[in-house]
T-cell receptor, first 115, second 115 residues
């Protein structure tokens, strides 16, 4: 079964700092990759996704992620964070599991941005 | 479109009692997922339905857990003889996809506390 590793569990930044959150997955075949975000008191929602084509994908609120197949990675980046980016960030992978595609999540990274 | 709705939002129960949670997905979505999330962890897959058919179940889903989706609309997740280890946030998500374009729409979850 595929697995997803997020190595940064807690990140604390000041506003305007740059952000990079790591995500690695274990599946060797074709994958589809996602970052979800959960703002305080809200439900999980999609930030961005990669299916094919350009490995650099852009999402909402200035976030982007780069798929590097050789490194099995899909790191999330933002050049300049804002206080409102304080949230939990989850990397997820869709890979075949039996006859289905089951979205598998990493344990998440808690980001705190100080104003 | 009112999003994915879960009820109740919170449930406190005594060990050994049975509990049932309900999820109303986005109306046109044919796929429905149940996940469990504990503190400091990402969502862990429990089971999923395509229409009314339950297609996949995780090993996490012991015999005490059962899920249904009659008529392919709302779903219920029942836990019998609850244990303290069942305390978690139970998340429901739905999707309109039939392939790898598996963007999930999450509900706000049901927080279960087993005393």
């Amino acid at each position: 079964a595929q697995s997803v590793s997020q190595h940064n569990h807690h990140v604390i930044l000041s506003e305007a700092a740059s952000l990079e959150l790591g995500c690695n997955y274990s599946y060797g075949g074709t994958v589809n990759l996602f970052w979800y975000v959960q703002y305080p008191g809200q439900h999980l929602q999609l930030l961005l996704k990669y299916f094919s084509g350009d490995p650099l994908v852009k999402g909402i609120k200035g976030f982007e992620a780069e798929f590097i197949k050789s490194k099995f990675s899909f790191n999330l980046r933002k050049p300049s964070v804002q206080w409102s980016d304080t949230a939990e960030y989850f990397c997820a992978v869709n890979a075949p599991s039996g006859g289905s595609y089951i979205p598998t999540f990493g344990r998440g990274t808690s980001l705190i941005v100080h104003p | 479109d009112t999003g994915v709705s879960q009820n109740p939002r919170h449930k406190i129960t005594k060990r050994g009692q049975n509990v049932t949670f309900r999820c109303d997905p986005i109306s046109e979505h044919n796929r429905l997922y149940w996940y469990r999330q504990t503190l400091g962890q990402g969502p862990e897959f429990l089971t999923y339905f395509q229409n009314e058919a339950q297609l996949e179940k995780s090993r996490l889903l012991s015999d005490r857990f059962s899920a249904e989706r009659p008529k392919g609309s709302f779903s219920t997740l029942e836990i019998q003889r609850t244990e303290q280890g069942d305390s978690a946030m139970y998340l429901c998500a739905s999707s309109s996809s039939t392939g790898v374009d598996e963007k999930l729409f999450f509900g706000s979850g049901t927080q279960l506390s087993v005393l």
